[in-house]
């Protein structure tokens, strides 16, 4: 099994619809992360946690909300998604030092 | 100006060949260096980490130039399983950890 799961891999909403992005990871791991990957601009920071009390901002987080349900689990919604939302997304999780970060597979993401 | 900048490539090279990436970045107060490869379709995986005083694993060998601002990737002796993308990622302390775009390598027979 893998250390970090993503749920849906895939999903196709629709323009205005609000839609909830999981993860899950058995690392045990404090700091959890959500980033999202667009063709030529590299992987962009939208929520970290650095424990399930603590949640901040990343540097794109208009239109994405997260929840801290538990240390292993981080879920990412878009409250009203929109056709720019569609991007791959990746939850990752990392120990303290921060040196290694571990992807989930990954939720591609289509508005339309 | 990016943060960090990459060459996106793609570089087309054959088996056997020696290929360099470079990745320029932006934040003199960076602290750490870190190489990850990421397949077509698949999550990013550390590759290796960049210390100071340069270091070697395998046929891969990554460096720091700290007065210039740039880190590197060496390949040698390419294989066709080493076909990816590969992103350069910088920290500059704490959660602040900037993912290049990637420099896309295909090595081919």
């Known amino acids: 099994d893998a250390d970090v799961t993503q749920t849906p891999r895939n999903r196709i909403t629709k323009t205005g619809k609000r839609i909830m992005l999981e993860c899950s990871q058995t690392?045990?791991?404090?700091?959890m992360y959500w980033y999202r990957q667009d063709p030529g601009l590299g992987l962009r920071l939208i929520y970290y946690?650095?424990?399930?009390?603590?949640?901040n901002k990343g540097e794109i987080s208009d239109g994405y909300s997260v929840s801290r349900q538990a240390q292993a689990k981080f879920s990412l919604s878009l409250e009203s998604a929109i056709p720019n939302q569609t991007a791959l997304y990746f939850c990752?999780?990392?120990?303290?030092?921060?040196?290694?970060?571990?992807f989930g597979q990954g939720t591609r993401l289509t508005v339309v | 100006r990016k943060e960090v900048e990459q060459d996106p490539g793609p570089f087309n090279v054959p088996e056997g060949a020696t290929v360099a990436f470079n990745c320029t970045y932006s934040?003199?107060?960076?602290?750490?260096f870190f190489w990850y490869r990421q397949d077509c379709r698949k999550e990013p995986k550390l590759l290796m980490s960049?210390?100071?005083s340069g270091n070697e694993d395998g046929r891969f060998t990554a460096q720091l130039n700290r007065a210039s601002q740039y880190i590197s990737l060496l390949i040698r002796d390419s294989k066709l399983s080493d076909s990816a993308t590969y992103l350069c990622?910088?920290?500059?302390?704490?959660?602040?950890?900037?993912f290049g775009a990637g420099t896309r390598l295909f090595v081919k027979a």
């Open positions: 690392k045990g791991h404090d700091r």
């Open positions: 946690s650095f424990d399930v009390k603590d949640i």
């Open positions: 990752a999780t990392s120990d303290p030092t921060g040196a290694e970060a571990f």
């Open positions: 934040n003199s107060a960076s602290q750490s």
């Open positions: 990622v910088v920290r500059a302390g704490g959660f602040k950890t900037i």
């Open positions: 960049v210390y100071s």
